[in-house]
């Protein structure tokens, strides 16, 4: 949510936004201050793309499994709790496991996946300035995977227009 925030305050709008995580845990981020919901919105309307590397350590499995798994409960009991898969997924953003000595190649990897990347706009029917979230769908034309061969996807689901026209 800071991060997102951030953004939103000080990057440059017409430059790729990239947040990366780096954790041992993906299924039990704490949202003490703010709700899941919450912060997925601010992540979308800033228009930045979530990673995350999952530290791969005999420390960072044990950890996981004692505090990761427990997320679908302390969701169920209403508590504050997340997935940075959920976030990868939702803005088209990668979650990679790397052991500890190839942290920098991993990071390195993610960043040039996100310069590689391309950004696709287009304008919505729906002219409304209401901070809802709008699902979206991108998909590959089957033409396109015949002359191409398997292509890779990655894209956000959703998004959230700002509530202020930009220019």
């Given at each position: 949510?800071?991060?997102?925030?951030?953004?939103?305050?000080?990057?440059?709008?017409?430059?790729?936004?990239a947040?990366?995580?780096?954790?041992s845990l993906?299924?039990?981020?704490?949202?003490?201050?703010?709700?899941e919901?919450?912060?997925?919105?601010?992540?979308?309307?800033?228009?930045?793309?979530?990673?995350?590397v999952?530290?791969?350590?005999?420390?960072?499995?044990?950890?996981?499994?004692?505090?990761?798994k427990?997320?679908?409960?302390l969701?169920?009991?209403?508590l504050?709790?997340g997935?940075?898969?959920m976030?990868?997924?939702?803005?088209?953003?990668?979650?990679?496991?790397?052991?500890?000595?190839m942290?920098?190649?991993?990071?390195?990897?993610?960043?040039?996946?996100?310069?590689a990347?391309?950004?696709?706009?287009y304008?919505?029917?729906?002219?409304?300035?209401?901070?809802?979230?709008r699902k979206?769908r991108?998909?590959?034309?089957?033409?396109?995977?015949?002359?191409?061969?398997?292509?890779?996807?990655i894209?956000?689901?959703s998004?959230v227009?700002?509530?202020e026209?930009?220019?």
């Open positions: 949510y800071e991060a997102a925030e951030y953004m939103k305050r000080a990057a440059n709008p017409a430059g790729h936004r947040i990366i995580v780096l954790t993906e299924a039990s981020i704490d949202f003490s201050k703010t709700s919901k919450e912060a997925l919105y601010a992540v979308l309307e800033s228009g930045a793309v979530v990673s995350g999952m530290v791969q350590t005999v420390g960072g499995r044990i950890d996981q499994a004692i505090r990761g427990p997320t679908s409960l969701r169920h009991l209403g504050r709790s997935s940075l898969k976030f990868a997924e939702e803005t088209g953003g990668e979650l990679i496991g790397a052991k500890p000595e942290i920098d190649a991993t990071i390195n990897r993610l960043v040039e996946n996100v310069a990347s391309y950004s696709l706009a304008t919505s029917t729906n002219t409304a300035r209401d901070g809802k979230r979206v991108v998909q590959i034309a089957s033409e396109v995977e015949k002359r191409e061969g398997k292509v890779a996807l894209a956000r689901r998004y227009p700002s509530k026209p930009t220019a």
